[in-house]
Antibody, heavy 117, light 108 residues
């Protein structure tokens, strides 16, 4: 069974940093592309970042470029999102999702990030 | 940047057919994916590559894509289909994933 479990969310002040993690199981993580997608309270889905199976290809949404960094550790079946210079508008549930072509076929349950003073 | 436009809401009676549209410039040239999201839950992929269904998704869910509009069709709608639905594409010109704004399906 494919499982994706996010962690690392919490309350952080504006300008602060957080590192999200996503542990994968039930599939060959090292062969899979991965995405981070977020959803602000009461709002729609917003794609954040993509990383290829090798880690060599990375893309970011314009809203996070220069502030967020996606990475992976295939030895630990883990995906990460380092978030710096956080803003109130970054407050959201953050989901990791497995890539299937240009879609995402499995999603974690998400971790909540709240940016507030 | 590429924009996907969905109606905010669609209502349908049980047993009828719901059609949710997703508009975008020449969207017919892209692969469109659809997600279902129920309150408090993670999204679930229900249609990918315009019209393919992942395993476990009922045949009642189907998709089409042509010209400037992609459509998710849900036949014989059930109360359990009530959810938010999102379309999504990959915009290769900008290397960005794009989601539509979402459509709330209400089963009357």
């Amino acid at each position: 069974e494919v499982q994706l479990v996010e962690s690392g969310g919490g309350l952080v002040q504006p300008g602060g940093s957080l590192r999200l993690s996503c542990v994968a199981s039930g599939f060959t993580f090292s062969s899979s592309e991965m995405n981070w997608v977020r959803q602000a309270p009461g709002k729609g889905l917003e794609w954040v970042s993509y990383i290829s199976n090798t880690g060599f290809t990375i893309y970011y949404a314009d809203s996070v470029k220069g502030r967020f960094t996606i990475s992976r550790d295939s030895a630990k079946n883990s995906l990460f999102l380092q978030m710096n210079s956080l803003r109130a508008e970054d407050s959201a549930v953050y989901y990791c999702a497995r890539g299937k072509g240009s879609s995402s076929d499995y999603w974690g349950q998400g971790t909540l990030v709240t940016v507030s003073s | 940047s590429y924009v996907l436009t969905q109606p905010p809401s669609v209502s349908v009676a049980p047993g009828q057919t719901a059609r949710i549209t997703c508009g975008g410039n020449n969207i017919g040239s892209k692969s469109v994916h659809w997600y279902q999201q129920k309150p408090g839950q993670a999204p679930v992929l229900v249609v990918y590559d315009d019209s393919d269904r992942p395993s476990g998704i009922p045949e009642r869910f189907s998709g089409s894509n042509s010209g400037n509009t992609a459509t998710l069709t849900i036949s014989r709608v059930e109360g359990g289909d009530e959810a938010d639905y999102y379309c999504q594409v990959w915009d290769s010109s900008s290397d960005l994933v794009v989601f539509g704004g979402g459509t709330k399906l209400t089963v009357l």
